[in-house]
């Protein structure tokens, strides 16, 4: 990463800050950017190198990582070379988030790799069947997580530690549904392959520590959406993979608290002209509220690692 951030400074990939933003965020401008790139590398070296290459579940994952990761990175590009804030516009985004979420669909049901089946946790036997609906399952899920996570990416640190400890309940939950007797025993779908995800997972996990070394208050480095938009699809893409998407939904919850705030606050105003929130995403209400940027940060981890408690109290909730 240090070889990285110095390269990036070279080629001068520095942060564009929003004018209109809090404006303690002034001082972040020129901060090297799209260490995404450095997350994705590692994360798919990490996992070639210890997965099973014969599972079409973790090739469907690595697939999906990487084109998400080339849709932020083009992105990020587009907004540093235009020295603003504006990228791909939102419809190129769903557009290109909305392939991806097909071709892995399109895939799990082409090879018959699950059921398409929403289960939910909590509950012995309350399973929805969708059938060809579960193409609009898989695209919510993936472009919601993705543009979630990528709305969190806010704040020095804010993002990736919750990353992490979803990516954390992910890796128990594929270990347990690849362990037939396990799966048994805590009445989950046994799903062939699952383990190889927690392979995937415990890379991210490697990959978010060394990153936080370098993106903590104040960051060196930012991940950019080459990093938010690649790990938001890769979390949604492995829990569809293993019939944990209304985990993924509990362990993320701060990722869907910051999208709501967002829905709301958009709505609101259109509707009123006036504001629920201070600023959207939820982290720059609390900003402008009155609380240092580290606490926001810090108070948002203790959240995220509530919620991964509360996701793993499923396992035996049932």
Known sequence: MPRFIKWVQSVEWRQVVREDGPKTHLKKKGTPTMGGVVIVSVVCFVSICLMRLDRWESWICILSFIAAGALGFWDDYLKLSKKNTKGLSSKAKMIGLLLISISVVATIR??????????????????IPLGVLFYVWGF?????????VNLTDGLDGLAI???MTTAGV???????SGHRDLAEY?????????????????AVIGAG????????????????????????TLLAVCALLIHQEIILLVAGFLFVLEAVSVIVQVGFYKKTKK????MAPLHHHFELSGWPEPKVIVRFWILSIIFAVVALASLKLR
């Not at 919510?140 to 979630?148: P, Q």
């Open 110 to 127: 082409n090879m018959e790799l699950l059921d398409s089946s929403v289960y939910f946790p909590f509950f012995k036997n309350l399973i």
């Open 186 to 202: 805590l009445r989950f779908v046994h799903v062939t392959g699952a383990g190889e995800m927690a392979v995937i997972m415990g």
């Open 275 to 278: 504001r629920v929130f201070l």
């Open 170 to 176: 992910l890796l128990v939950m594929a270990y347990v």
């Open 161 to 163: 530690v919750p990353i």
């Open 209 to 232: 520590l060394g990153f936080l070394w370098f993106n903590s208050h104040p960051a060196q480095v930012f991940m950019g959406d080459v990093g938010s938009l690649s790990l938001g």
């Open 140 to 148: 919510l899920v993936i472009s919601g997580c993705a543009n979630a």
